[in-house]
């Protein structure tokens, strides 16, 4: 697997570096990364879906070490790893129905010939089987069943042939397994790519003619959703909060003009005094978390604040990739990064405040830049944030919350 691992080398260096912008690109990378893992990897006959999902952990580990601030890598590594124990549950369901029916349909024939036949043969055949279409499980051990049954020899050509038939049925699966997987994680792939316009067909239904919408920093989702009201006739105006020190709603009210939205930048302090001539906040979201708390652009807690205090609606948007089953007091969430001072201060302007000497102790002046914000609301557009633990239930399993 050289080529495979040359690729994920390549792409832990880009993450660590961070030259990959947003977290869509980031998500939709690593699923096609994992596919091509899943596509090139060897698997066994035996413990097929256990191979798959030791390969997928042990790359995602890579990428999530690599730059752990970015959630979105680890939320489309549990995905996958969730799809792969989805389909093996499923194949598997779908095996040991047909070995129940062919049991049955056994003990039939043994009825009517009136006690002719091999029934302790039988049932150690389907025992056999079914150990190796599951791994252990209180189910197994109840039955009684030893984890290494063998079939008893015999000369028999129906047991023979009864045998290989197994045999090819267990390759059929593990083929079927890997098959059923890519096919999935394809459909990941273009959920994933998809998700701006999946988010923008509902835009229709938030944004109301004549309104003013409040929006802070720049988020592609944002700007899809917002156009997308606009080609509907939608007639509405755009606050955007200018997201220092970086500025990025400079770069989304240039956007917004560019596509012929009245668009009005505000300072990032001017939000208080601005929320009550605003009928809704629309923010994009950096993560969404399992308690249904948010971490989003610096700044966005005090939009939160102010839109809850004069009763304003306030929408996140966000696709699935952004949907983390951590909670943020876990200790594998690393909620904030601190960008460089540079972006605050001009070094030169104020050198005599950062006295870097040696044997002077610690600068007088410190400078803090976060990237994010952390906040919580009761309510956030289409889903509360109870509706959270259903959604990752269906996306993620538990075995793979912790990487």
Do not use: W
Not at 42 to 65: C, F, T, W, Y
Not at 160 to 188: C, F, G, P, Y
Not at 246 to 270: F, M, N
């Amino acid at each position: 697997m050289p080529d495979v691992q040359s690729t994920v080398l390549e792409f832990v260096n880009k993450l660590r570096k961070r030259k990959i912008e947003g977290s869509q690109a980031t998500a939709r990378y690593t699923v096609e990364l994992l596919r091509s893992v899943i596509s090139q990897q060897r698997v066994p006959h035996a413990n097929q879906a256990s191979a798959l999902i030791d390969a997928v952990k042990a790359v995602g580990e890579q990428l999530v070490a690599a730059n752990p601030v970015e959630l979105a890598v680890g939320n489309v590594v549990r995905r996958v790893l969730h799809i792969i124990r989805e389909e093996n549950l499923s194949l598997t369901t779908a095996a040991m129905a047909g070995l129940d029916l062919m049991d049955a349909s056994d003990d039939d024939e043994l009825d009517n010939s009136k006690g002719i036949g091999y029934p302790a043969m039988s049932a150690a055949v389907v025992a056999a089987a079914r150990s190796t279409l599951r791994p252990p499980s209180l189910q197994t051990l109840l039955e009684g069943t030893p984890e290494s049954a063998t079939v008893p020899y015999t000369s028999s050509s129906g047991a023979d042939s009864e045998s290989k038939s197994k045999s090819a049925d267990k390759s059929s699966i593990t083929r079927k397994l890997k098959h059923d997987v890519i096919e999935e994680v394809n459909q990941l792939i273009q959920e994933i790519a998809g998700c701006h316009e999946q988010i923008a067909e509902q835009a229709i239904e938030h944004i109301h003619q004549n309104e003013v919408i409040l929006t802070l920093g720049s988020s592609r989702t944002v700007l899809e959703f917002l156009c997308a009201a606009k080609e509907k006739k939608r007639s509405f105006r755009v606050f955007v909060a200018e997201g220092a020190p970086r500025y990025q709603g400079h770069l989304l009210a240039k956007e917004l003009v560019a596509r012929g939205l009245p668009t009005t930048v505000i300072t990032d302090s001017a939000v208080f005094a601005m929320i009550s001539r605003v009928n809704m906040v629309i923010i994009g979201a950096h993560a969404v978390m399992a308690n249904g708390g948010v971490i989003g652009p610096v700044g966005v807690n005090m939009a939160a604040l102010a839109a809850q205090k004069h009763a304003v609606p306030f929408v996140v948007l966000a696709g699935s990739h952004k949907l983390c089953p951590l909670y943020p007091h876990n200790p594998e969430v690393l909620l904030n990064e601190l960008r460089s001072p540079s972006e605050l201060l001009d070094f030169g302007e104020f050198s005599d405040c950062l006295d870097f000497g040696v044997g002077s102790g610690s600068p007088l002046l410190q400078v803090v830049n976060p990237t994010f914000d952390y906040y919580y609301l009761d309510y956030r557009g289409g889903h509360n944030p109870s509706y959270m633990y259903r959604l990752i239930a269906d996306y993620y399993s538990a075995d793979d919350l912790v990487m």
